[in-house]
């Protein structure tokens, strides 16, 4: 393992994969740190320019992007009470009020400090979990693709927000979306409706340019809120803002906010958004004294900058391990390396293991870029907070098409944009998650190919499906997981 | 406003449910191979049939279900009537210079289109007095230096219209 850490730091430390990690890291923070631009649109705004880059290349970028993007979240969160990003939500609950308290300099050298040991943690666990759950992957056939394809799928749909059934239809219409042009194995066309450009199907990438940017576009033109300058909080750092006391009086919290980050990566579709707040409420039920979180003490930053990026180590396991992608980001990861034929999951390893430990040393680079641009340049970000919006998001839609129609040099692209755009605000406005539609239109495909190619080999019998055991647990996990969510939800509009 | 969620949510779940048939009719006419026992039109026909079932869920709850939780309602009250149509404006004019800009995006050029779009666009999100000598100078200056980049550094193809 550590042959190939050398191999793969060799491929980032040269000028070209550092200079696009700076970049990455740099724009991420702007995206992260700027209400309504998200890591998920930064990641897929850049996503076209890694074309024509190599591999390592393109992922140094777009890992940068990621980790920048979860981490600028706490600049807004705490300066202006507008988390930046949905990973930084819970910031604002205690950053702010540090802030007001004249702690505001305190609040973010901890946040970044705590993000970049957050990282650190997650990476720890993805480079000693993903390749030996990449092994074991390994002897997963049909059966067992489908049931986690299932049980991921399941598992979005119950966990995201709102209403359980609403997320499920969100799944669906995924899938569905996912289902138009040629089918897998015979390859008969769906759903295309004589269009000859609907034959290759949706991409990816439209898809989600359209959904999350597009969509954002539109609420923003219609929400009135603006930042205004006066409300920016004074700030003054110095170091990291807190003693070596406070650290060791963090570390249990710490810890706790690492585990609870990292699993909520892990599992597939959710990621920093969900954390984040699950890790502030655990932190808050297990303190000594919860009545003073939200008053502005140091737990609740460190607890919520800690999950959010320990998410990202998270999300990454499933995604280099099996190919299915732990949330937003890494399904735009996913086509950011599909883009360069590398299809994601166990066999990566074998095949592209200079990648795979390319990736590994970019996040290591990239967490490090992320401490030294946020401290040292936050003065910069504040500024750029400044930027007015009706300024900015016309440019970035402006990216959007640029990507979309790069992508096959076609007007079609540009339209499935728009298509998944009003999808998309249609969906939020009616109160439908966004997360599980993505998530059905990449596992669609993966599990509706690998049922079909399982009961080829079975004869057409299913029962192999629910008696093997990896395939069979998933299946009934997914099940559960529904049930259960149902269940909460009855007890929930009754109680 | 919470009856107006539950009303929103049960014309939802006709729509879908009347979707959803939609999707079943027209898997009817994908082909199959008839030596497979799950042909292409499976996974469509299933999902449209989950998505019923969803659908009709989603019906009764709203019909019989108690008041939805706070969590789910819309978070702002409708506050001013004009700043609602106001808002209601922006977004259909925003639509609509999206939809124009990819329409004439191929015939005319990257170039022309692209500084039209966010000239107006800059001007219908616009909060307070427009300022049109700026924008017209961003909308120019953004839409050549993209260009450059992506044709020049990035090397990806975009369409240069009637300058081409």
Redesign the interface.
């Known amino acids: 393992m550590l042959e190939m850490f050398y191999v793969g730091f060799a491929q980032v430390l040269a000028l070209k994969p550092l200079v696009l990690i700076f970049l990455g890291v740099g724009v991420g923070i702007v995206f992260g740190a700027i209400p309504g631009l998200t890591a998920t649109m930064a990641v897929a705004l850049f996503l076209?320019?890694t074309?024509?880059m190599h591999p390592v290349e393109g992922m140094s970028l777009l890992i940068g992007l990621y980790i920048g993007g979860v981490s600028g979240g706490l600049i807004s969160a705490i300066l202006i009470k507008i988390p930046g990003t949905p990973s930084s939500i819970a910031t604002t609950f205690d950053g702010y009020p540090m802030a007001e308290k004249g702690e505001a300099g305190k609040a973010l050298g901890a946040g970044i400090f705590y993000s970049f040991l957050g990282g650190w943690f997650s990476f720890l666990v993805l480079f000693f979990i993903a390749p030996p759950l990449a092994d074991i992957a390994l002897k997963f056939g049909p059966p067992e693709y489908f049931s986690i394809a299932i049980f991921s799928l399941t598992l979005i749909a119950s966990l995201s927000?709102?209403?359980t059934?609403?997320g499920?239809?969100s799944g669906?219409?995924g899938?569905?979306l996912s289902?138009v042009g040629t089918?897998?194995?015979?390859a008969?066309?769906?759903?295309t409706?004589g269009f000859r450009e609907l034959d290759g199907g949706f991409n990816l990438l439209p898809a989600l340019v359209g959904l999350f940017a597009?969509t954002e576009?539109?609420k923003?033109?219609?929400?009135?809120i603006?930042i205004k300058l006066e409300h920016i909080a004074n700030y003054k750092i110095k170091g990291f803002g807190f003693s070596a006391k406070e650290f060791v009086q963090q570390l249990g919290n710490f810890i706790r906010s690492a585990l609870i980050g990292t699993g909520i990566g892990i599992l597939p579709g959710i990621g920093g958004g969900t954390s984040n707040i699950l890790s502030y409420i655990a932190a808050k039920k297990m303190s000594k004294h919860p009545e003073k979180f939200g008053t502005g003490i140091l737990d609740g930053v460190v607890a919520s900058e800690t999950a959010n990026n320990a998410s990202i180590g998270g999300a990454l396991v499933p995604l280099l391990a099996m190919g299915i992608p732990g949330d937003t980001v890494t399904a735009m990861l996913l086509g950011g390396l599909m883009i360069h034929g590398l299809s994601p999951g166990p066999l990566l390893f074998t095949t592209s293991g200079n990648i795979v430990y390319g990736i590994f040393a970019a996040l290591i680079v990239a967490n490090f870029v992320m401490v030294l641009m946020e401290y040292f340049g936050i003065r910069f970000f504040v500024r750029l907070l400044k930027i007015?919006?009706?300024?900015m998001?016309?440019?970035i839609?402006?990216?959007c098409?640029?990507g979309a129609?790069?992508l096959n040099?076609r007007?079609f692209d540009?339209?499935s944009v728009?298509l998944f755009?009003v999808i998309g605000y249609a969906f939020e406005k009616?109160?439908f998650p966004l997360a599980p539609v993505i998530l059905g239109f990449i596992l669609?495909p993966i599990?509706?190919t690998n049922?079909?190619r399982g009961?080829?080999m079975t004869q057409?019998d299913f029962l192999p499906f629910l008696t093997k055991p990896v395939s069979g647990a998933f299946l009934v996990i997914a099940l559960a997981s529904v049930v259960y969510s149902v269940i909460k939800e009855r007890k929930?509009?009754?109680g | 406003m919470r009856v107006d969620?539950r009303k929103?949510?049960l014309y939802?779940g006709i729509g879908?449910l009347l979707f959803s048939i939609g999707?079943w009719i027209?898997?009817l006419s994908?082909?199959?191979?008839v030596v497979?026992?799950?042909?292409?039109?499976?996974?469509?026909q299933l999902?449209?049939i989950?998505?019923a079932i969803?659908?009709i869920?989603?019906i009764l709850?709203s019909v019989f279900?108690?008041p939805?939780?706070s969590?789910?309602t819309e978070p702002a009250a409708e506050q001013e009537d004009q700043?609602v149509s106001k808002?209601?404006r922006?977004?259909q004019?925003?639509?609509l210079l999206?939809?124009f800009?990819?329409l004439f995006?191929?015939p005319v050029g990257?170039l022309i289109t692209?500084a039209l779009?966010?000239f107006f666009?800059?001007w219908?999100?616009?909060?307070r007095k427009p300022n049109l000598v700026v924008y017209a100078i961003?909308a120019i200056s953004?839409?050549v230096i993209?260009y450059y980049l992506?044709v020049k550094v990035?090397?990806?193809?975009?369409?240069a219209g009637i300058l081409g």
């Not at chain 2, 994908?30 to 191979?33: G, P, Y």
């Not at chain 2, 497979?36 to 469509?44: E, K, N, T, W, Y």
Request: charged residues 15%; glycine residues 6%; contains cysteine.
């Open positions: 076209p320019i074309f024509g927000t709102g209403s059934i609403k499920l239809m669906i219409v899938i569905l289902c089918a897998p194995i015979d008969f066309p769906r759903f409706f597009i576009i539109l923003t033109a219609e929400s009135d603006e007015p919006k009706h300024i998001l016309p440019i839609i402006v990216f098409v640029v129609y790069g040099n007007v540009a339209w728009m755009g009616w109160g669609g599990a509706e049922l079909r009961l080829m057409g929930r509009t009754k | 969620a929103r949510d939802l879908f999707v027209a898997s994908i082909k199959h191979l497979a026992r799950i042909s292409s039109s499976f996974v469509p999902a449209a989950i998505l969803l659908s869920i989603l709850q279900g108690a939805k939780s969590a789910e700043s808002r209601k922006r977004v004019l925003t639509f999206i939809l800009y990819l995006l191929e990257f692209t779009y966010l666009q800059f219908v999100l616009s909060r961003t953004t839409s993209i992506f990035f090397v990806l193809f975009l369409p």
